[in-house]
């Protein structure tokens, strides 16, 4: 219906919904574009980024809302995204947390990406991230937190509780139950991560995970089944989100592939920070390779839908 959206990201609301609908999601640098205008939610961790069509797209849209004021800003011009090749990139795949406990089908569609990559000149290697598991703790303590402190600030809450829907409520009075050294500690974990992802890009252009761990879930679902254990729906779906939230560096989700039931597969790349540039080149070669083995999972999911028994 739209050229693009704007999405806000603070543990993934960009990034998920692209995964699960099978667009491309920025969230680009923080600070890449201002939050002013913004209810926050968390002020260390929001984002605004694009929801489009193809990564193409996506920068025309960051060029347009990147803030010219921010003084960390490096700019950003959607024309520095060169052509879309492959070869000759490498590639990160965390050693540590990332790949855990995911959907089969979604394990499948990285896994099979990766080949294709691999097969189109991609240089794919293992990379460390050890505090990794840390993260999305960390973030959420932020979160928590810093959503109180603003919505006290403003006298919202908890003066005007009962105007709150359940779920928002329930999280802010978790909020006032974060320790001042819990806070602290989270903080102190956001620059470790920022420190291992730095590690990192000196052995990788870009680093590659599942952008979700589950394709979309029934609408009303609490809590799911992976690999045999129970999770519940809002901690899988931020899992390999946040901590690109946590460190700060920009994040894309691109579509790769449908599941067997015509959900749509999201793959994440996470970038330096501020080289959305560099981040979206990539993503928009990935997209191209992996555009007639999406075609081909599509039509092969539609064809087994036509298959089954009505209801």
Known sequence: ??????????????????????VVGLKPTY?????????PLSVSLDHVG???????????????????????????????????????????RPR???FDRLDPEVESAIEAAMKSFERAGVRITEIPLPSAAAWG???????????????????????????YGDDVRARLEQGAAVKAIDYLQAMSLRKRAAIEFDEAFGRADAIITPATPVPATPLGASVLQIR????????????????????GNPAVSIPCGWTKNGLPIGLQLIGRHWDEAMLLQIAGAAAKELR??????????????????AG
Not at 8 to 14: A, E, R
Not at 228 to 247: I, Y
Not at 292 to 309: C, E, G, Q, W, Y
């Open 137 to 163: 703790e960390a973030g959420a303590q932020i979160a928590l937190a810093e959503a109180r402190q603003h919505h006290e600030s403003q006298g919202y809450f908890p003066a005007r509780a009962n105007e």
């Open 1 to 22: 219906m739209v050229f693009a959206a704007l999405g806000t990201d603070t543990g993934g609301s960009i990034r998920i919904p692209a995964s699960l609908c099978g």
């Open 96 to 98: 540590e947390f990332f």
């Open 31 to 39: 600070g890449r574009v201002s939050c002013r205008g913004v209810i």
């Open 228 to 247: 045999g254990g129970e999770e519940t729906v809002r901690s899988a779906m931020v899992r390999l989100d946040r901590p690109a939230n946590v460190s």
């Open 50 to 92: 694009p929801l489009a069509r193809n990564s193409t797209d996506a920068a025309v849209i960051l060029e347009i809302v990147s803030d010219p004021r921010h003084k960390f800003r490096s700019p950003f011009s959607a024309r520095k995204v060169g052509r879309a090749v492959l070869k000759g990139i490498t590639l990160g």
């Open 292 to 309: 007639v083995m999406r075609r081909t999972d599509f039509k092969a999911s539609l064809n087994s839908a036509a298959a089954r028994p």
